[in-house]
């Protein structure tokens, strides 16, 4: 695919632009400060593309502004008396060093263990974790599409679970494939489910339009108010690039 890239300021705002062989102009506001991008057709001037950022500038700042106030995590050294989160609850790590089967064991209501062998080293206790994360999402997700998918009357070929920076999950409509990010296993199930069903309707409703808005309005009334709590929560750390 073709692409040009180039910088422009809008109203004091530094926009990315980047043009491809694409039907429509999408404009996307990026953590972890607020980067501004904004992906139109080749064909489309930057006149357009100025137009289109400033009709957008509140929901930018807006945007910018929440990036800015959200907490986030700080870097994970995966030692006993760390906080780590599971379906929405905070839980203390206890790293168990030994020679049995390594693992995760959720404990108690607040404790995670961690079992490795020992010199096992920080890189390594992560994967782990984040191994047994994904492994809890590969079991809650099939019954949340077995639900959703009948009540829609839709159907998805597969889905996937990686981790993501700036979505919560995807759809592809094509090949009807959704992709879960991992981090909602640290999330509430709630907060899971109203994903799950999230993407699904992008099998219904591509766009974030007004289709969209009464799909979910009729089978998760709540929807918003999940989403602004999820949104509300702090982000992982990251190693960004700007």
Same mark, same amino acid.
């Given at each position: 695919?073709?692409t040009?890239?180039?910088?422009i /300021?809008v109203s004091?705002?530094?926009v990315e632009?980047? +043009? ?5 102009l999408?404009l ?12 139109a ?5 930057n ?5 289109a950022?400033?009709g ?5 700042r807006?945007?910018q502004a929440?990036?800015?106030?959200q907490?986030?995590?700080? &870097?994970?050294?995966m030692?006993s008396g760390?906080?780590h989160y599971y379906?929405?609850?905070r839980?203390?790590l206890?790293?168990?060093?030994n ?6 064991v ?6 995670l263990?961690?079992?490795?062998r020992?010199?096992t080293?920080?890189a390594?206790?992560? +994967? ?5 994360y994904?492994?809890?999402l590969?079991e809650m ?5 077995t639900?959703?998918q009948? +009540?829609?009357?839709?159907q998805?070929?597969?889905?996937g679970?990686k981790?993501?920076k700036?979505?919560w ?7 009807r494939?959704?992709?879960i990010n ?6 509430s199930a709630d ?7 999230h993407e699904?309707?992008?099998l219904?409703?591509?766009h974030?339009?007004?289709r969209?808005i009464?799909?979910m309005d009729?089978?998760?009334p709540?929807?918003?108010?999940l989403r602004?709590?999820?949104n509300?929560?702090?982000? &992982?750390h990251e /190693?960004?690039?700007?």
């Amino acid at each position: 695919m073709n692409t040009e890239q180039h910088m422009i /300021t809008v109203s004091g705002l530094r926009v990315e632009v980047t +043009r491809k062989s694409i039907k429509n102009l999408h404009l996307g506001v990026y953590p972890p400060s607020g980067r501004v991008r904004v992906a139109a057709p080749l064909r489309v001037s930057n006149e357009a593309v100025r137009l289109a950022v400033v009709g957008k500038l509140g929901w930018i700042r807006r945007q910018q502004a929440r990036f800015e106030g959200q907490p986030r995590e700080s &870097a994970r050294e995966m030692v006993s008396g760390e906080s780590h989160y599971y379906l929405g609850q905070r839980y203390r790590l206890h790293v168990v060093y030994n020679d049995e089967p390594v693992g995760v064991v959720v404990r108690n209501k607040a404790t995670l263990e961690l079992h490795v062998r020992p010199r096992t080293d920080v890189a390594a206790r992560q +994967r782990l974790l984040m191994r047994w994360y994904r492994q809890q999402l590969k079991e809650m997700i099939p019954p949340l599409l077995t639900r959703w998918q009948k +009540r829609l009357g839709v159907q998805v070929s597969d889905f996937g679970i990686k981790k993501m920076k700036t979505k919560w999950g995807t759809c592809t409509a094509e090949a009807r494939r959704i992709w879960i990010n991992l981090e909602l296993a640290k999330k509430s199930a709630d907060s899971l489910e109203y994903v799950v069903l999230h993407e699904l309707v992008h099998l219904l409703a591509r766009h974030h339009d007004d289709r969209f808005i009464a799909i979910m309005d009729k089978h998760l009334p709540r929807w918003r108010a999940l989403r602004e709590e999820l949104n509300c929560l702090p982000l &992982a750390h990251e /190693t960004w690039r700007e």
